[in-house]
């Protein structure tokens, strides 16, 4: 997974690396059974077998251990459905509508700004040195260390917005809004694509969201009302970000 940048995400990577350690116990208690039984009970080693039928303690044991199993899994997974769900108070919000292909972002909180967000084709990819199929022309811009509610809808068909370091992946259905929230903990720029068939040109509607900090937000959400998004957008190439892994393995592959 790619490295977390947001507090959900860290917990989801900790409760798979939690019952990651739980499984890895499981299977190795199965198969140590396995091989004591096939060792010490095969027809040459034990000829005349037991008629036991029934073993109390046995019968206890393999139905409450499961049961403890299942609780200890169920309280770290209720408190992380729990983190995901309940959207805390938000410091802005964005409104993000997926069409065929592209993704358009609109902020109710500062007046005017609304724009469209489509892939950069390779050549213009290379030109800005962007990752192939990753780059947008304009991006998702955030503050870091704010709380971000996104409330997200289509306007055809049904995508999904998708972000992996995010830990988030909410459909966007025509006719209804579905909503959830990121924490961006360190400035940067991070992919996604759609995570949705949604026809020919699936493949080619990725996600883009810049984090900077507050006052380079600011900055830019006043050029953008003042100027439009294509100027505000200028004030990056003086001050660029790092990259996410999903860009890193992007370039990996192309160059290969």
């Given at each position: 997974?790619?490295?977390?940048?947001?507090?959900?995400?860290?917990?989801?990577?900790?409760?798979?690396?939690?019952?990651?350690?739980?499984?890895t116990l499981?299977?190795?208690?199965?198969?140590?059974?396995?091989?004591?039984?096939?060792?010490?009970?095969?027809?040459?080693s034990n000829p005349?077998?037991?008629?036991?039928?029934?073993?109390?303690?046995?019968?206890?044991?393999?139905?409450?251990?499961?049961?403890?199993?299942?609780?200890?899994?169920?309280?770290?997974?209720?408190?992380?459905?729990?983190?995901?769900?309940?959207?805390?108070?938000?410091?802005?919000?964005?409104?993000?509508?997926?069409?065929?292909?592209?993704?358009?972002?609109?902020?109710?909180?500062?007046?005017?700004?609304?724009?469209?967000?489509?892939?950069?084709?390779?050549?213009?990819?290379?030109?800005?040195?962007?990752?192939?199929?990753?780059?947008?022309?304009?991006?998702?811009?955030?503050?870091?260390?704010?709380?971000?509610?996104?409330?997200?809808?289509?306007?055809?068909?049904?995508?999904?917005?998708?972000?992996?370091?995010?830990?988030?992946?909410?459909?966007?259905?025509?006719?209804?809004?579905?909503?959830?929230?990121?924490?961006?903990?360190?400035?940067?720029?991070?992919?996604?694509?759609?995570?949705?068939?949604?026809?020919?040109?699936?493949?080619?509607?990725?996600?883009?969201?810049?984090?900077?900090?507050?006052?380079?937000?600011?900055?830019?959400?006043?050029?953008?009302?003042?100027?439009?998004?294509?100027?505000?957008?200028?004030?990056?190439?003086?001050?660029?970000?790092?990259?996410?892994?999903?860009?890193?393995?992007?370039?990996?592959?192309?160059?290969?």
């Amino acid at each position: 997974m790619q490295d977390p940048v947001t507090p959900v995400m860290r917990d989801v990577a900790g409760f798979h690396t939690f019952l990651l350690i739980i499984i890895t116990l499981i299977v190795g208690l199965v198969l140590g059974l396995l091989l004591v039984i096939m060792v010490r009970f095969n027809a040459k080693s034990n000829p005349t077998p037991s008629k036991t039928t029934h073993n109390t303690t046995i019968e206890v044991l393999w139905t409450v251990v499961p049961i403890l199993v299942l609780v200890i899994i169920a309280i770290p997974s209720f408190r992380l459905l729990y983190l995901q769900r309940v959207i805390p108070e938000a410091d802005m919000t964005v409104k993000i509508t997926g069409s065929k292909w592209y993704w358009s972002y609109e902020y109710p909180d500062r007046a005017g700004i609304s724009f469209d967000s489509n892939i950069l084709s390779n050549k213009e990819a290379d030109a800005k040195g962007e990752p192939r199929y990753l780059a947008v022309d304009n991006s998702m811009v955030v503050p870091v260390n704010k709380t971000i509610r996104i409330i997200v809808t289509a306007s055809d068909v049904i995508h999904s917005w998708a972000i992996p370091s995010f830990g988030q992946k909410v459909d966007a259905i025509p006719g209804r809004l579905n909503e959830d929230w990121f924490k961006i903990d360190s400035a940067g720029v991070y992919y996604g694509q759609c995570s949705e068939l949604c026809g020919k040109d699936h493949a080619f509607m990725p996600i883009t969201v810049r984090a900077v900090p507050e006052a380079e937000f600011n900055s830019w959400a006043e050029t953008a009302k003042t100027a439009g998004v294509e100027e505000a957008n200028k004030i990056f190439a003086q001050h660029p970000q790092p990259r996410n892994e999903l860009a890193s393995t992007a370039a990996t592959v192309e160059n290969r």
